[in-house]
């Protein structure tokens, strides 16, 4: 049976004034299905951005896209094509037919400062394919990350992201 190509079914989450950008590899099937980024209930990325961010963890769509505009987030991801070899989420499962174009987002918003990849997978295919730009790499929040609890994987994500 032909694997068929997944586009990307959302655009960036965006703002004017956005100063971190944070991208992750390609949506999961469970964001796939409720049509948002990191949509997995066991995904810990809501709330570790809740703990570090000391603010009330976002539940509904509309909750999500203030609270990244509030604390100047962006979101995309680094896959913008790509084919799925099984069906489950994990990224060494994904073959990438194409990249997102990340260097014109960034030269749209200006204003963003940091760069942070949530993936192994996301970092590879940024270095290969825009080695100019500067990232930082955070734990992923996956609940398959299981070498570090969510509290550990927040207070790197502070010490990464430089948030005091």
Do not use: V
């Amino acid at each position: 049976m032909e694997k068929s190509i997944l586009t990307h079914p959302f655009k960036p989450i965006i703002f004017n004034d956005s100063e971190i950008l944070i991208l992750g590899t390609f949506p999961s099937i469970k964001s796939f299905e409720n049509n948002f980024y990191y949509s997995h209930p066991k995904n810990q990325f809501w709330d570790i951005l809740a703990i570090i961010l000391n603010d009330k963890k976002p539940i509904t769509k509309e909750e999500k896209i203030k609270f990244l505009k509030r604390h100047k987030i962006a979101l995309w991801d680094s896959i913008c094509e790509c084919k799925r070899k099984n069906k489950n989420s994990r990224d060494d499962n994904l073959e990438i037919i194409k990249p997102c174009n990340i260097e014109n987002l960034i030269k749209k918003y200006p204003n963003i400062k940091k760069i942070a990849i949530t993936s192994r997978l996301a970092e590879k295919i940024i270095k290969r394919h825009f080695p100019n730009l500067n990232t930082i790499y955070l734990p992923s929040p996956s609940p398959l990350n299981a070498r570090m609890n969510l509290n550990q994987k927040a207070q790197k994500w502070k010490e990464l992201l430089e948030l005091t």
